[in-house]
């Protein structure tokens, strides 16, 4: 089973930057970012399949950038611009591969860490 360690969150003004790191203990088929704001439901933000594009969802496209160390099998999301609606509890996920399928699913999640945006 995949572990995810996440890091980074905070408290930053509108307008500010934040960079959350996730740490996982092996490799995944892909990884990426969902987040969930108080009396909402979870959400996808952003993610890098294998031999795929990064993909992100559209109310960050253009502020956030997600990258990844493959050596070190950590994640990165450089969070620009940020806006009051980003407040969220965000969470890593890595992926599980099914080989007979030929897929690659979200499976394991980190714990989350808070980033608040104030005005």
């Known amino acids: 089973q995949v572990q995810l360690r996440e890091s980074g969150g905070g408290s930053v003004q509108a307008g500010g930057s934040l960079k959350l790191s996730c740490a996982a203990s092996e490799y995944s088929c892909k990884m990426g970012w969902y987040r969930q704001a108080p009396g909402k439901e979870r959400e996808f933000v952003a993610s890098?399949?294998?031999?795929?594009?990064?993909l992100y969802a559209d109310s960050v496209k253009g502020r956030f950038t997600n990258s990844q160390d493959n050596a070190k099998n950590t994640l990165y999301l450089q969070m620009d611009s940020l806006k009051t609606e980003d407040t969220a509890v965000y969470y890593c996920?890595?992926?599980?591969?099914?080989?007979?399928?030929?897929?690659?699913?979200?499976?394991?999640w980190g714990r989350g860490t808070q980033v608040t945006v104030s005005s």
């Open positions: 996920a890595a992926g599980r591969r099914n080989k007979m399928l030929r897929t690659c699913t979200f499976s394991y």
């Open positions: 890098i399949p294998t031999d795929g594009t990064t």
